[in-house]
């Protein structure tokens, strides 16, 4: 671990991380390790959700009548989250919606709700046309803004991470969720009377696209056989594009060692049946990659040995980052 000044920010029990996801099995699918890296030091955790993914897909036949039954599915991937978070050592969980709204961020909806999305390109995804009046991507965005402005406030993280600009891979709830914690910092950062301002170090979950394209080549070999993936699942195709949360390797800020806390990221992946499926790890880690998984469009993809961090505003080396996240 590269050591933080002397001027280190954090409290007693060390530095707190706030972490908004828009889905239950983001937190776990693109910043597990950081979640179960901070949990494991002791430091306070929170993660935020925004939605309860009540129009995703579900995998497998056991869980396929949840499919298209919004409360239902919303029910249970509730309890889905919560098994996962208590896989990663994260106890402190906030649904956005459940933020008491002030008045200014009175947006006449109680709940907010999956926006659900089509795929527009083969590992591209864009808004869904039949979204409802209270999908998360229509949300107002100072009215959610506000909500998390109150709970930066309430919490005063030393580091906030979640999505780049393009939401990962296009999903119109990761872009909404995005928007919605830039704008809140900004909020929160405005002095008010009701407290002092935060100013967080702010990170955007990556990937290195060389590490990706190489744990691809590599994963590619194991399984071009097909080895014991079903017969519906399969790798990547030429066509896929890369997502947007790929980057260059000198974009990435920090990284984060997911071997040591490989258990409890398999852990989380596992509490979210209706959505991860074919989990497997390798016993010695292949070179990027320790394991691979697969979502509901049936594509294998790596489990990278380390996820990545671009640094999006703050001063990395002001915060005592926990052992096993380096700069």
Do not use: K, N
């Not at 979204?131 to 906030?160: C, H, N, Q």
């Not at 926990?322 to 700069?327: C, H, K, N, S, V």
């Amino acid at each position: 671990m590269t050591s933080a000044s002397d001027g280190a920010r954090g409290g007693p029990a060390g530095p707190r991380l706030l972490a908004v996801h828009a889905h239950p099995d983001d937190e776990t699918l693109s910043t597990g390790a950081l979640l179960a890296t901070w949990a494991a030091s002791g430091a306070p955790v929170t993660v935020v959700t925004c939605t309860r993914g009540e129009r995703g897909e579900v995998i497998g036949p056991a869980l396929a009548h949840l499919e298209g039954d919004g409360p239902a599915l919303a029910a249970h991937r509730e309890r889905e989250l919560a098994a996962a978070l208590a896989a990663l050592g994260v106890r402190d969980h906030v649904w956005l919606d459940a933020v008491p709204a002030a008045a200014a961020a009175r947006d006449g909806l109680d709940r907010y709700e999956d926006s659900g999305m089509v795929w527009s390109a083969p590992g591209r995804a864009g808004a869904a046309p039949d979204s409802g009046p209270a999908a998360f991507a229509r949300a107002d965005l100072d009215a959610a803004a506000l909500r998390l402005a109150t709970l930066l406030r309430e919490r005063r993280p030393d580091v906030v991470v979640t999505y780049e600009p393009g939401g990962g891979y296009g999903h119109p709830d990761h872009v909404r969720a995005h928007e919605v914690t830039m704008r809140a910092l900004a909020l929160a950062g405005t002095a008010t009377p009701s407290g002092l301002p935060i100013a967080p170090v702010v990170l955007w979950a990556a990937v290195d696209a060389a590490e990706l394209a190489t744990a691809v080549d590599e994963l590619t070999a194991l399984l071009r056989d097909g080895g014991d993936a079903p017969g519906d699942l399969h790798l990547p195709g030429p066509d896929r594009e890369a997502p947007s949360v790929a980057v260059p390797s000198e974009a990435v800020a920090l990284r984060v060692d997911v071997r040591p806390v490989l258990d409890a990221v398999v852990g989380a992946l596992q509490a979210h049946a209706t959505q991860v499926q074919a989990i497997r790890t390798w016993p010695v880690a292949t070179g990027a990659s320790i394991g691979c998984l697969a979502l509901s469009d049936g594509v294998r993809q790596p489990l990278l040995c380390q996820e990545s961090y671009r640094l999006a505003a703050g001063d990395a080396t002001r915060v005592a980052w926990p052992d096993g996240i380096t700069r």
